[in-house]
């Protein structure tokens, strides 16, 4: 098995958007998300010494992600305070008394639905990840991001009419790409 | 853009375009009038609006720039100490 090799250069190019949809699907919270990222990739850089080839770079970050955002939990649970009244206004015998108790909570996905999502997210993620750089970067700033035409385009430094050609060049190669993947 | 007809090539980009909403009502009317008749072009379209339910139901989250831009100057600080 050829070995993997560490380049930090290339981390925030290739793994931040990875990391950053990784972490926001556990703690919800962009600003907490984008610290965690950072914290990871200094980390990162840290223990590069440690990096023994085993597994691909994006694993071996992920596995450090993993510990901060263990870390996160635990730092706000201890911040909580150590006597925490538990409150449940359902006992057994009167079940239900709050309107809220009995409404449907459309909030309330299953279990199921949310790692169906994200599974799927990782499977955006890794078709993005093999556009070309320019694709990857004006699709997700279109279709993720939602930024309007014009921007993208002042942003880039590019025509409208470019624009559409990268769109539609990015969205043949990522309908193909799920196609294969993810039905 | 006054005639009915398109080619598949226009078709394409109006197929595009309406993924993020950003096709006027005679657009849409051509298009459809366009996947009446071209196979090619309703297959596009319809993995190209499965695509887009895709994306949407995932929720999947990308960085903004900016943020992305103040990770890469953090990082770059950080990297620089350990060259």
């Given at each position: 098995m050829p070995k993997h090799v560490i380049d930090p250069n290339q981390w925030i190019k290739l793994y931040s958007d990875y990391l950053f949809n990784y972490t926001i699907t556990r703690v919800n919270d962009r600003e907490i998300a984008q610290d965690l990222v950072q914290d990871t990739f200094v980390a990162g850089l840290k223990s590069?010494?440690?990096?023994?080839?085993?597994?691909?770079e994006r694993t071996w970050l992920i596995s450090i992600l993993k510990r901060k955002i263990i870390d996160h939990y635990r730092k706000i649970n201890s911040n909580k305070g150590k006597a925490e009244v538990r409150m449940t206004y359902?006992?057994?015998?009167?079940?239900?008394?709050?309107l809220e108790e009995r409404v449907a909570d459309?909030?309330?996905?299953?279990a199921e639905d949310t790692i169906e999502n994200t599974e799927l997210g990782i499977a955006i993620h890794d078709c993005i990840g093999k556009l070309p750089e320019k694709q990857a970067q004006v699709f997700k700033m279109k279709?993720?991001?939602?930024?309007e035409t014009e921007a993208i385009c002042n942003e880039l430094q590019i025509t409208a009419s470019n624009l559409w050609v990268i769109i539609h060049r990015a969205r043949t190669a990522m309908a193909a790409c799920m196609e294969k993947n993810w039905f | 853009m006054s005639r009915i007809k398109l080619n598949c090539h226009e078709a394409n980009h109006i197929c595009d375009k309406n993924q993020y909403k950003e096709a006027n009502f005679w657009d849409k009317v051509v298009l459809t009038i366009h996947l009446i008749y071209c196979r090619a072009c309703r297959k596009y379209s319809s993995r190209n609006a499965k695509l887009t339910t895709l994306v949407k139901n995932s929720k999947v989250e990308t960085m903004d720039l900016s943020a992305k831009e103040e990770l890469n100057v953090a990082f770059q600080k950080e990297l620089a100490k350990h060259q």
């Amino acid at each position: 098995m050829p070995k993997h090799v560490i380049d930090p250069n290339q981390w925030i190019k290739l793994y931040s958007d990875y990391l950053f949809n990784y972490t926001i699907t556990r703690v919800n919270d962009r600003e907490i998300a984008q610290d965690l990222v950072q914290d990871t990739f200094v980390a990162g850089l840290k223990s590069m010494k440690n990096f023994k080839g085993e597994a691909s770079e994006r694993t071996w970050l992920i596995s450090i992600l993993k510990r901060k955002i263990i870390d996160h939990y635990r730092k706000i649970n201890s911040n909580k305070g150590k006597a925490e009244v538990r409150m449940t206004y359902n006992s057994d015998e009167n079940e239900g008394d709050w309107l809220e108790e009995r409404v449907a909570d459309p909030f309330d996905k299953t279990a199921e639905d949310t790692i169906e999502n994200t599974e799927l997210g990782i499977a955006i993620h890794d078709c993005i990840g093999k556009l070309p750089e320019k694709q990857a970067q004006v699709f997700k700033m279109k279709t993720i991001l939602n930024y309007e035409t014009e921007a993208i385009c002042n942003e880039l430094q590019i025509t409208a009419s470019n624009l559409w050609v990268i769109i539609h060049r990015a969205r043949t190669a990522m309908a193909a790409c799920m196609e294969k993947n993810w039905f | 853009m006054s005639r009915i007809k398109l080619n598949c090539h226009e078709a394409n980009h109006i197929c595009d375009k309406n993924q993020y909403k950003e096709a006027n009502f005679w657009d849409k009317v051509v298009l459809t009038i366009h996947l009446i008749y071209c196979r090619a072009c309703r297959k596009y379209s319809s993995r190209n609006a499965k695509l887009t339910t895709l994306v949407k139901n995932s929720k999947v989250e990308t960085m903004d720039l900016s943020a992305k831009e103040e990770l890469n100057v953090a990082f770059q600080k950080e990297l620089a100490k350990h060259q």
